[in-house]
């Protein structure tokens, strides 16, 4: 089965629809994935099946739990090789979407991605911790989201300086959480965070996901996010 058949078959199965026009920009996406995977590092899954499901399906279960408005500004900090962003994008064009990644080559494959597919995004090369920092970048977005590998106390420090008062951050995550939320706990309220939902579920292929949707309640403290090292080294 090709791409299209494999994702169309992964997301009726999680009960969202999606058009033939979306369809092909899936199947030009995944198409460029792995002509560019062969050039730099963008992913170890490339079979059109896992890529579906692993990639794609995932990212948009986003959408089908998190209530997501209308032309909402949306971060995808540490995107890598688009994921959950592009697929975001691609099924709600209405969002603002900025792709934020520290690696130069990976935002050059993620702007032919969207010339050729057909979306608009903003592209910016820098670390996580230096955009929180940014007044161009803090505290200005609706929606900030990361299915990055960090720990939730850590990942919180990254991306919550992002969420405005009144946003989200929506931390995509694998399986049984409930350590990474309670050691998450102090971090997430100094940042001016509260965790609002914990959703848990299986993709398709029986492989189980968590997802986290933090509210930003108060204004992130000038002082974080902190240097990387510090972040990682001595999590809050």
Request: proline share 4%; charged share 30%.
């Amino acid at each position: 089965m090709d791409i299209k058949t494999h994702l169309s078959n992964a997301l009726e199965k999680l009960n969202i629809e999606i058009t033939d026009t979306q369809l092909s920009q899936f199947e030009r996406y995944f198409n460029l994935l792995v002509e560019w995977n062969s050039k730099i590092n963008l992913t170890r899954i490339t079979e059109p099946e896992e890529v579906a499901i692993k990639h794609f399906a995932d990212s948009l279960t986003l959408l089908k739990y998190v209530d997501v408005k209308t032309n909402a500004k949306l971060v995808d900090v540490g995107t890598g090789a688009g994921f959950p962003g592009i697929p975001i994008k691609i099924m709600r064009p209405d969002i603002k979407l900025t792709l934020l990644d520290s690696l130069n080559k990976r935002l050059v494959f993620l702007e032919e991605v969207c010339n050729s597919i057909g979306i608009e995004a903003e592209f910016v090369h820098t670390r996580a911790e230096q955009g929180g920092a940014d007044g161009d970048f803090r505290e200005k977005f609706d929606v900030v989201t990361s299915r990055a590998v960090a720990r939730l106390n850590t990942l919180s420090e990254y991306c919550l300086p992002y969420v405005k008062k009144g946003g989200k951050f929506v931390a995509m995550k694998g399986p049984e959480l409930q350590e990474e939320l309670k050691e998450a706990q102090n971090a997430v309220k100094v940042l001016g965070g509260q965790v609002e939902n914990v959703w848990e579920f299986s993709l398709p292929d029986d492989s189980r996901r968590t997802i986290v949707a933090i509210k930003k309640i108060s204004h992130t403290p000038k002082q974080y996010p902190r240097q990387g090292t510090k972040i990682k080294n001595k999590p809050l």
